[in-house]
């Protein structure tokens, strides 16, 4: 037994950059890169391990062929995604489906609640979170006459920020952002509003309002979400959030650090720093950038460097 490391996935976008080949040293495609699919079994962009035993195996064949590694789950599909954003320019204003409106409208797709981790930003940056209509028929009315600034909620951000973003939340990256995003596994989202923007054929690109108008909630639910900090030697555990979907960490490592995980699979992703995980006497190296998963039964490990960590599990 012992930990997978696996090979990122990359998305050209219309809003990528050069980012993720700037400050993680990934050798990108194009220059509008704008997303890396670092643990994903989903079949628009699977992650392949690179060490090991199952060297060369798709994460969504692991799933099917060695459920043991995950602890025998009765869900047919990896149930998450972890990706980094770079948002050169702002992503269009969007909305994500739910499970049973996805499962019926988009042929059996998981629906889409997400959080995301704010990485690094430009200053006074921001982004769009909620809405301000207070009804569906005053949503619809602002969409159709445009008033988009009186419609949409901006909040002020900075790195090491936490957004959980349920299904129904009107939101939007915007320029000069690189995000750590954690979600249901899913590739399903319903374009509100994208500022009029043409593709590389001259083409605006395509709206979703009617399926944006139904999963929306009405009137935006605020998350409140409060992160809770606990110390252990050489390290601080930060949670931010523990839903029915996910539960997602931070792990600040400054030293020798001592974890211990039989019963549960988690999804490892170093943002900060540089260091080593130890397993049974051999050591893997960490540094920013680098995804894993410590699969059921690895038990006791030791995590040694300076660095951070963004680490989840279903």
């Known amino acids: 037994m012992e930990p997978l490391f696996l090979q990122s996935v990359f998305k050209d976008r219309i809003w990528g950059g050069t980012a993720l080949q700037e400050l993680f040293g990934y050798d990108i495609p194009t220059p509008h890169t704008g997303e890396c699919w670092a643990i994903s079994a989903h079949p628009n962009g699977p992650s392949m391990i690179v060490n090991g035993a199952y060297k060369g195996i798709t994460l969504d064949r692991l799933w099917k062929e060695h459920p043991e590694?995950?602890?025998?789950?009765?869900?047919?599909?990896?149930?998450?995604?972890?990706k980094i954003l770079d948002a050169n320019m702002d992503l269009s204003v969007q909305v994500h489906p739910n499970d049973s409106y996805a499962i019926v409208n988009e042929n059996g797709e998981l629906g889409k609640t997400e959080c995301w981790y704010i990485l690094d930003c430009k200053q006074d940056a921001d982004m769009i979170f909620g809405h301000n209509a207070d009804s569906k028929e005053e949503l619809v009315q602002k969409i159709k006459e445009g008033k988009w600034d009186e419609l949409l909620r901006r909040?002020?951000?900075?790195?090491?920020?936490?957004?959980?973003?349920?299904?129904?939340?009107?939101h939007a990256i915007c320029e000069g952002t690189l995000v750590l995003e954690t979600q249901q596994s899913s590739d399903t989202t319903y374009r509100v509003y994208d500022y009029d923007r043409k593709d590389s054929e001259g083409n605006?690109?395509?709206?979703?309002?009617?399926?944006?108008?139904?999963?929306?909630?009405?009137p935006h639910q605020e998350t409140g979400i409060?992160?809770?900090?606990?110390?252990?030697?050489?390290?601080?555990i930060t949670t931010f959030v523990d839903c029915e979907f996910f539960s997602l960490y931070k792990w600040e490592i400054n030293g020798r650090a001592f974890f211990s995980f039989d019963l549960q699979y988690l999804l490892l992703s170093v943002v900060k720093?540089?260091?080593?995980?130890?397993?049974?006497?051999?050591?893997?190296g960490l540094k920013k950038g680098t995804h894993l998963i410590v699969p059921v039964g690895l038990g006791d490990f030791v995590i040694d460097g300076k660095c951070e960590l963004i680490v989840s599990q279903s």
Not at 72 to 80: D, Q, R, T
Not at 156 to 162: M, N, S
Not at 227 to 233: G, H, K, V, Y
């Open 273 to 284: 720093g540089e260091g080593s995980l130890v397993h049974n006497g051999k050591q893997y």
């Open 69 to 82: 590694l995950f602890g025998n789950p009765k869900g047919k599909v990896f149930p998450l995604l972890t």
């Open 226 to 236: 409060v992160p809770r900090n606990q110390a252990q030697e050489n390290a601080t």
């Open 155 to 170: 909040v002020k951000i900075k790195p090491g920020d936490f957004f959980y973003v349920p299904s129904g939340t009107i």
């Open 204 to 218: 605006l690109r395509e709206l979703h309002l009617e399926k944006a108008i139904d999963v929306t909630t009405v």
